[in-house]
């Protein structure tokens, strides 16, 4: 049995145009239609409802009572109607990708380089969602992942954008301060060394094992520590002191000379950068876009 006893829509939208027209002429213009075409249309639907809706008069149409009554349910039933209708379609046009990162790699490498990837698909969203919690991609709507860990624990999967070297990094005020020398890792004893003390943390975060690497056994002047590795870069952009560079994530403000590498050397860090994608957003082509702008910015 059915639901809902109804006139097709095609006579609604008939029915709706005349009404607010008054004449069966301009609703057909409007609809694209014949004259005799909407005025069977609503001879169909009188004969529908089993009223009339229109009083015919010489050159002129009037509403009945019932067809006022009628015209105010219908207009409002089509209004929601194309309402709904609009709403799906810009859903449907939409396009976007939801990333998820750590913080450092969001705000040191990805955002700086997201204006290339917007200029070249306009018609993408991204939307970054900075976090060191690992979510389940599927569960939580996530297209892509880019994941901070070893190789081995990066799953068959993944891939690998790009590994990591670790080395200091200062402002190029900071290394010409007048009395205290910046030219070889001894020199670190004369200057504030920052520090990231996340429980998350991989263990070259931490200057002792650069030190250890160096053979270095020194005190430095003093030691500020942060929550975050961007913060932590932050500080060292102001010239408060040496931080723990990670190379790529700061190679575009060495680039820039806004940072500066006072030292040759470096340790290589067992942990790199992964990309790994979502099951369900395997046939979305804005996700294959993204996963391929970001190969192609990490092979840079």
């Not at 919690?133 to 993944?158: F, H, M, N, W």
């Not at 590994?163 to 004893?189: F, H, I, N, Q």
Request: charged share 20%; hydrophobic share 45%; glycine share 4%.
């Amino acid at each position: 049995m059915r639901r809902y006893r109804l006139p097709p829509l095609d006579l609604l939208e008939a029915f709706e145009a005349a009404a607010r027209h008054l004449s069966f002429t301009r609703a057909a213009d409007e609809l694209a239609l014949t004259q005799s075409a909407v005025s069977r249309q609503i001879a169909a639907l009188e004969e529908s409802l089993g009223v009339p809706l229109f009083q015919r008069m010489h050159r002129a149409l009037r509403l009945t009572e019932s067809g006022e009554l009628f015209a105010r349910t219908a207009t409002g039933v089509l209004m929601q109607l194309q309402g709904a209708t609009e709403q799906l379609r810009h859903i449907e046009r939409q396009k976007t990708v939801v990333v998820t990162t750590t913080p450092g790699f969001a705000g040191l490498w990805l955002i700086p380089r997201l204006s290339s990837f917007t200029a070249r698909y306009p018609g993408v969203d991204v939307r970054i969602s900075a976090s060191f919690t690992l979510v389940k991609l599927e569960r939580e709507g996530v297209d892509i992942a880019i994941r901070y860990c070893a190789s081995a624990v990066a799953g068959p999967q993944a891939v690998k954008l790009f590994g990591e070297v670790m080395t200091p990094v200062c402002s190029p005020a900071l290394r010409r301060t007048p009395g205290k020398p910046l030219k070889k890792p001894e020199d670190l004893r004369h200057h504030t060394l920052l520090y990231t003390e996340q429980s998350h943390s991989a263990p070259l975060y931490d200057w002792s094992m650069w030190l250890r690497a160096m053979q270095l056994d020194i005190k430095p002047a003093a030691a500020l520590y942060f929550s975050d590795y961007d913060q932590m870069v932050s500080a060292a952009l102001r010239g408060q002191g040496v931080a723990l560079g990670r190379l790529p994530l700061v190679d575009q403000l060495v680039r820039e000379r806004k940072l500066v590498t006072p030292f040759n050397q470096s340790v290589a860090s067992p942990m790199g950068y992964h990309l790994l994608r979502s099951e369900t957003s395997a046939d979305k082509p804005e996700v294959s876009d993204f996963s391929a702008w970001l190969m192609e910015e990490a092979a840079r």
